[in-house]
């Protein structure tokens, strides 16, 4: 997921934080280890503000780590690193496709129960722009899901018949037409009012499924709709993009779904045993 402070659909743009934020990090994620009863495992936190200042990933792998060490203990530690793992080359895929357009974006950052996200420091110049950094999220989850598929066809495993299946859920509840979600970056660049559509799916969802999160989405998205419309000049020019584009982002967009439906539907029919083996083997 991409977030942008100028947009209220995109994550905040944060400016750079103080290594003040930094140890208040490792305090807290300290706070929560201990609290966790992790026993020598909160000691670790002491060694996080160095870390932080290691590399620009540093603070990826450790909201990693947090988020996979709480995913462990409700679903068992298999589970939860491969969970994590096809989460953040979700992310990579955001992450290197806005890098190739030359925008200013952080590494991934993970928040347990909620997924991750990377911040955009520099905004999008066009909806194509835009378009391509959110298409390559599910493009390289896709990718993941045949890796998964091809270690369960090398190993028989269930374990990773399911992580596909997993993996090819999250991608494709990502491509819904609407909001912040990825699918609603892409839809806007074939033509903003694919949204309407976008909008009745996610609330059919709330209704249906109890997909609460979704309201968010919908709160935000309604926003941002509101905003172009009282921007109309500014909205008309940023929409501009060449009809081939158009038609090049809406044929990779149908693909990428149909890909994503069909990799979830055989990779759940080959998995039916996978909830047993997860719990079997934490």
């Known amino acids: 997921m991409l977030h942008d402070e100028n947009k ?26 201990g609290f966790l009863n992790f026993g020598k495992l909160a000691v670790i936190g002491k060694l996080l503000f160095t870390l932080l200042k290691a590399s620009k990933f540093a603070g ?48 991934p950052t993970f928040i347990p129960f909620l997924g991750a996200f990377i911040r955009m420091k520099s905004m999008p110049n066009s909806v194509r722009e835009e378009a391509i950094t959110a298409i390559g999220g599910p493009a390289a989850g896709a990718l993941i899901t045949f ?47 694919i949204w309407v559509i976008g909008l009745v799916m996610a609330l059919f969802l709330i209704w249906k499924l109890h997909a609460y999160i979704l309201l968010i989405i919908v709160l935000f998205g309604a926003y ?38 069909f990799l979830m539907m055989y990779s759940l029919d080959i998995s039916k045993t996978f909830t047993e083996s997860i719990y079997g083997l934490r």
């Open 60 to 107: 990826t792998f450790i909201t990693m780590g947090l988020t996979a060490l709480l995913y462990a203990q409700i679903y068992g530690w298999l589970f939860a690193v491969g969970f994590v793992g096809v989460i953040f080359i979700h992310e990579m895929g955001h992450y290197v496709t806005s890098k190739k357009l030359g925008l200013d974006v952080s590494a």
């Open 8 to 33: 209220p659909d995109y994550d905040l743009v944060e400016k750079p934080r103080k290594r003040n934020s930094k140890a208040i990090l490792s305090i807290v994620i300290t706070a929560i280890l």
């Open 224 to 261: 941002e709709v509101l905003t172009m419309y009282r921007q109309k000049s500014v909205t008309a020019q940023y929409l501009s993009v060449e009809p081939s584009f158009r038609l090049k982002i809406g044929i990779s967009y149908l693909v990428l779904i149909g890909v994503l439906v």
């Open 147 to 193: 890796v998964c598929l091809g270690l369960y066809m090398l190993t028989s495993s269930p374990y990773w018949a399911g992580l596909a299946y997993v993996s090819a859920f999250i991608n494709l509840f990502n491509l819904l037409p609407f909001g912040s979600l990825d699918g609603g970056r892409i839809s806007k660049a074939i033509s903003p009012f």
